[in-house]
């Protein structure tokens, strides 16, 4: 438990030193700066795997699967690798509900900063309960990786027309009924008086929208990573970090989303193998190899396919 702790209250210091000391004054966020960001926090997630083989060498976590370090490891580099990978499609999302509400750029990283503390709660419920379920009902796997199968064929037969529109959407049409929204972003505040009354602002509705899209994506991911491992500490490790690393990712990607046209084809193949090794895990052990190297290639040959064809 004491190891639970420490890490969540560093993910916590940081979030606050973040907002409060990096990020106090809102500003746009250069491609530089985020580029610079997105190193550190995929270093620091990649780096966090000699920690978590230090934890299991030394049985300062519980180790409900009995796991020897070394594939501890390899299990945790693996789910972290997946998380980042199923979260570039979120990023796809969250930048048209931006540029739907003309979110200004220098007010984004506010809200994406709460976005993630709402996420990591919503994260730890979903895999808290994901792995009860797991542990007291095997058939759940089955029905687990069907989910995941079906997830990868309406991706892959979607339309690229096929556009996600937040105004539509039953959230944003709910909100309305409820309370009042002004349709313009004055400052970086949530909510704002006029004529003493207390109105949300754009900024508000693009938030909860993306807590909502996020736990949707979570549906996708928490089962994905359960394939991988049932420890949970590795899974909620991972999740996190995957996480903290979506703001910088997405002022990375969301300019050059046009550059990267098959990355759906990548998030298929993932998806479809996660899924059948979920529905295998109780007759076939994959081999860490095996799935580490399938994720790299999926997100390899996507990536270079989508450069190549930009170049063309």
Not at 116 to 121: E, Q
Not at 219 to 224: G, R, V, Y
Not at 239 to 257: D, K, P, V
């Amino acid at each position: 438990m004491g190891v639970w702790i420490i890490f969540i209250a560093a993910v916590l210091l940081f979030l606050a030193f973040d907002l409060g000391v990096f990020n106090k004054t809102p500003h746009v966020i250069s491609t530089k700066e985020a580029t610079f960001w997105t190193l550190i926090w995929v270093s620091v997630g990649l780096s966090f795997s000699f920690v978590i083989f230090l934890l299991f060498k030394y049985e300062y976590v519980n180790n409900p699967t009995n796991l020897l370090p070394g594939k501890a490891m390899l299990k945790y580099v693996t789910g972290y690798l997946i998380e980042l990978s199923l979260s570039i499609d979120n990023i796809f999302v969250i930048a048209v509900i931006f540029n739907t509400f003309k979110i200004p750029q220098k007010f984004q990283h506010r809200v994406l900063f709460w976005g993630i503390l709402g996420a990591i709660v919503f994260r730890a419920l979903m895999i808290f309960f994901g792995v009860t379920l797991i542990n007291q009902f095997e058939w759940i796997t089955y029905v687990f990786g069907a989910f995941l199968i079906y997830t990868a064929l309406k991706l892959l037969l979607s339309k690229d027309d096929d556009e996600f529109d937040p105004n539509k959407s039953f959230i944003y049409r709910s909100l309305r009924k409820v309370m009042p929204i002004t349709p313009k972003v004055e400052n970086e505040k949530f909510f704002i008086r006029k004529k003493h009354l207390l109105v949300a602002t754009p900024l508000l509705i693009v938030l909860i929208m993306i807590e909502f899209t996020d736990i949707l994506f979570a549906l996708d991911s928490i089962p994905a990573i359960l394939a991988i491992t049932r420890d949970p500490f590795i899974v909620f490790s991972s999740n996190i970090l995957a996480i903290l690393g979506l703001r910088s990712m997405y002022f990375f990607l969301s300019n050059m989303t046009q550059k990267f046209q098959y990355i759906k084809y990548s998030l298929v193949a993932i998806l479809s193998f996660v899924g059948v090794k979920l529905i295998l895990t109780e007759h076939y052990e994959f081999p860490e190899w095996l799935s580490l190297g399938f994720i790299f290639v999926a997100l390899a040959v996507g990536i270079l396919a989508s450069l190549r064809k930009k170049q063309r």
